[in-house]
């Protein structure tokens, strides 16, 4: 199995947000990891789908070689039946996931995690994100993209030292 060098956590919609790991060769305090983010507007036009895929394969490049390198933890889409009461739906996420998906078959690289929308916000509030001091002020939807990401990280690759400084 091939170690797990990039991890990014994806917010899909409207406006996508990002959020990723770089994996440090060595060890590292948390505070000085590699960590990014970015949110990508316009998503439910080609332009914006666009960006966001030139943006992601910037990200990725220095992995290319590596087959299941990196990791995209990407929220899923649920249309509820609960909420069929609704007049209106909007599904540019469910656009947003489906040419994710593509992209991803196209990058022996990218291994893609489904995640569900409550599981990374489950966990991880603000104040939590804000004790990792990964919070990012005025980046919404990179900060859930970053829960979905953190939720990954700890509670499927049980890279526990990020609950330490929740103590």
């Known amino acids: 199995m091939t ?6 956590g994806m917010d899909p919609g409207g406006t996508t947000g990002l959020s990723w790991w770089i994996s440090p060769r060595e060890p ?11 949110q990508i507007g316009a998503c439910s036009q080609e332009l914006g789908l666009c960006q966001l895929f030139l943006k ?18 990407m929220e899923g889409f649920d249309f509820r039946k609960d909420e069929q009461f609704r007049t209106k739906i909007d599904y540019t996420a469910a ?4 040419a994710t998906r593509f992209w991803t078959a196209l990058r ?3 291994t893609l995690i489904r995640s569900g929308a409550g599981l990374g916000k489950g966990f991880w509030g603000d104040d939590k994100i804000k004790k990792l001091n990964l919070w990012v002020p005025g980046k919404k939807h990179a900060m ?4 979905h990401l953190l939720r990954y990280m700890v509670f499927e690759l049980q890279m526990n030292e ?6």
């Open 3 to 8: 170690e797990t060098r990039l991890i990014i």
């Open 28 to 38: 590292t305090p948390l505070s000085q990891q590699l960590w990014g983010q970015e």
């Open 56 to 73: 992601l394969d910037d990200i990725i490049y220095p992995y290319s070689g590596n087959p299941r390198s990196v990791h995209l933890a």
């Open 95 to 98: 656009e947003v996931i489906g």
């Open 108 to 110: 022996p690289q990218v």
């Open 144 to 147: 859930d993209a970053r829960r």
């Open 162 to 167: 990020l609950l330490l400084p929740l103590r």
